[in-house]
């Protein structure tokens, strides 16, 4: 079986499809995945063939950003998915993602939440075609509407007649949201999502020191901001950080690809800042996460039987947030204030029953198919 993923640029929506990339490889199937130049390093890393899909110049998305002025988190969801995934992305993406269908002719194609060529696609060459949800499952829904009117335009101007959302909602997919925090209300002619363990966690020796532990007694807290927030969010950086500092204990705070350790001034307590550690490797010491709020981390901390402090700075990230308050594995703060911050960790770190509902949810986690139910249906659908 040949199988072509597609995804937009970011490493948030890139990274998702690499379990699913390594899974199908491991049952001998073929896979390429077209995304932007953005993933070369990521997916030669990872051993997976990179089809490279055009897509808008920085220049061009800095000028498109700059021209709509202040716009409340909301405002600018329904922009990006319009006039950015829809306008931009798919437009740059399907003359690329067409000729890889016409010249290598994959049995499936499975595109991520927000990368809309690969559907459009797939249906004009009659490819069965299925969505792995980089978003907690509301937002998912959100997004049938937020991209029916464009993607209705996009379908036209491409030899399909408008469906009214209709592909979207029916497409087939999977999601590694457990049901204890994605209780979506999904439209009556919306299949439900196979919920599916995307990447187990891995086992690590909370006694093998790594060299940014430095106080092994201290309980440790884990802090990332992940890998979109750059230098707008520095505010966040150093919230976090003197918040970590003002308490008795150790902490890491990795900054990602976008901001320089550099810029965010003197250090206080015992905080290690570092532009990246894997994830796997530090949450068996963490005694809680404090992090934005993406799906990533937020999975990841959960599978792991992390509590969570979530700081939301965009997109999907305040659902999470309220979603984590309200199954009783974190709290969420909406203020980006050293004290507001230092008090939730406080709260978390000396509370057990937020370290219970975070275990509670990493056995249902647990519990889910694991990858290669993913590829059995994948191979039905083929």
């Not at 490889?25 to 063939?49: E, F, K, N, W």
């Not at 890889?100 to 499975?110: H, N």
């Amino acid at each position: 079986m040949r199988v072509l993923l597609t995804s937009i640029r970011g490493t948030g929506h890139v990274r998702p499809l690499l379990p699913y990339a390594h899974a199908l490889q491991s049952h001998g199937h073929d896979v390429r995945i077209a995304t932007p130049s953005d993933a070369a390093a990521m997916l030669a890393a990872a051993g997976v063939h990179h089809v490279v899909t055009e897509r808008a110049s920085d220049q061009e998305l800095s000028a498109f950003w700059s021209a709509k002025g202040k716009l409340t988190n909301d405002e600018m969801i329904a922009i990006a998915v319009s006039d950015v995934f829809i306008g931009m992305s798919a437009r740059h993406a399907l003359p690329t993602i067409l000729s890889e269908i016409e010249t290598w002719r994959p049995d499936v194609v499975v595109r991520e939440s927000v990368e809309f060529a690969g559907l459009v696609a797939a249906e004009l060459h009659g490819i069965p075609s299925a969505i792995v949800e980089v978003h907690n499952g509301p937002t998912e829904v959100g997004l049938y509407r937020l991209a029916t009117d464009s993607l209705d335009g996009f379908r036209a101007r491409n030899g399909l007649a408008p469906d009214g959302g209709a592909a979207l909602r029916r497409q087939p997919g999977f999601t590694s949201f457990p049901a204890a925090i994605d209780d979506a209300a999904r439209p009556l002619d919306s299949p439900p999502r196979f919920r599916v363990r995307s990447d187990p966690p891995e086992a690590v020796d909370p006694r093998r020191l790594p060299s940014w532990r430095k106080a092994p007694e201290l309980p440790f807290v884990y802090a990332s901001f992940g890998t979109v927030a750059d230098g707008k969010n520095l505010s966040a950086y150093r919230a976090a950080l003197e918040a970590i500092g003002g308490l008795e204990v150790e902490g890491l705070l990795t900054t990602g690809p976008h901001v320089d350790p550099m810029d965010l001034g003197p250090v206080a307590g015992k905080v290690t800042v570092a532009p990246f550690v894997a994830q796997a490797e530090v949450l068996g010491h963490a005694a809680v996460v404090l992090c934005h709020g993406g799906s990533g981390t937020l999975i990841g901390a959960l599978a792991a039987g992390k509590p969570l402090v979530i700081v939301p700075l965009f997109a999907d990230q305040p659902l999470n947030a309220a979603t984590v308050a309200a199954t009783g594995c974190g709290l969420a703060v909406l203020e980006i204030e050293p004290e507001a911050i230092r008090g939730a960790l406080e709260k978390v770190l000396s509370d057990p029953r937020f370290g219970e509902g975070a275990r509670a949810v990493a056995a249902e986690i647990a519990t889910l198919p694991d990858m290669d139910e993913a590829v059995a249906r994948l191979n039905a659908m083929a």
